[in-house]
């Protein structure tokens, strides 16, 4: 079955750098995109980044953008996530997400929508000294 | 920047209710609005997709509808196992997506 399963959490001092991992199964991993998604203890969702299923495009959060990189290696299947100068805001469990999609046409206009799913059972990143 | 507001943040319903929750972009979005449900310790779990459509599995007492700025999930009749959180998510701009606040569900 379709399986996203996260790794690399754990307790970093602010500053530090930590690396999440997603592996990915039941699934050609290569022909989607791919999220993170994270979720501060207590509080709501929020998109994190994401990356093109060939790593041609990376769009991220602007709380993240320039201290965090999505990566991915499709040859091993495995979707990353490397952090980097964290902050106490930025701990939250931390979801990687697939990209699921589909085209709808109508009257010769065609339009594709994606929505997060399946989701991994996330990773617990805490930020504290 | 699109926003995404949730109402109401919170509802007590009893089984057997009509639930309704509102989510209200900050631009036309067209239809490219989901909706996701969590549990708590849980990932989230897409219910609806491109605002009307059921996800595969999906209950059909769980309806959506809207386009452009207001979106509406419905469930029909509350079931015990649907207490939970709902949030809305806009997909229109493929470099930033934004969930809702959040709808929580709980017993009266």
């Known amino acids: 079955q379709v399986q996203l399963v996260e790794s690399g959490g754990g307790v970093v001092q602010p500053g530090r750098s930590l690396r999440l991992s997603c592996a990915a199964s039941?699934?050609?991993?290569?022909?989607?995109?791919m999220h993170w998604v994270r979720q501060a203890p207590g509080k709501g969702l929020e998109w994190v980044a994401v990356i093109w299923f060939d790593e041609t495009d990376k769009y991220y959060a602007d709380s993240v953008k320039g201290r965090f990189t999505i990566s991915r290696d499709n040859s091993k299947n495995t979707l990353y996530l490397q952090m980097n100068s964290l902050r106490g805001d930025d701990t939250a469990v931390y979801y990687c997400?697939?990209?699921?999609?589909?085209?709808?046409?109508?009257?010769?206009?065609?339009?594709?929508?994606?929505?997060?799913?399946?989701w991994g059972q996330g990773a617990l990143v805490t930020v504290s000294s | 920047d699109i926003q995404m507001t949730q109402s109401p943040s919170s509802l007590s319903a009893s089984i057997g209710d009509r639930v309704t929750i509102t989510c209200r972009a900050s631009q036309s979005i067209g239809s490219y609005l989901n909706w996701y449900q969590q549990k708590p310790g849980k990932a989230p779990r897409i219910l609806i997709y491109?605002?009307?459509n059921l996800e595969s599995g999906v209950p059909s007492r769980f309806s959506g509808s809207g386009s452009g700025t207001d979106f509406t999930l419905t469930i029909s009749s509350l079931q015990p196992e649907d207490f939970a959180t709902y949030y809305c998510?806009?997909?229109?701009?493929?470099?930033?997506?934004?969930f809702g606040p959040g709808t929580k569900v709980d017993v009266k």
């Open positions: 997400a697939r990209a699921d999609r589909r085209r709808f046409c109508s009257g010769g206009d065609c339009f594709d929508y994606n929505w997060f799913d399946p």
């Open positions: 039941g699934f050609s991993f290569s022909n989607y995109a």
């Open positions: 491109a605002a009307s």
């Open positions: 998510q806009q997909g229109f701009n493929t470099w930033g997506f934004t």
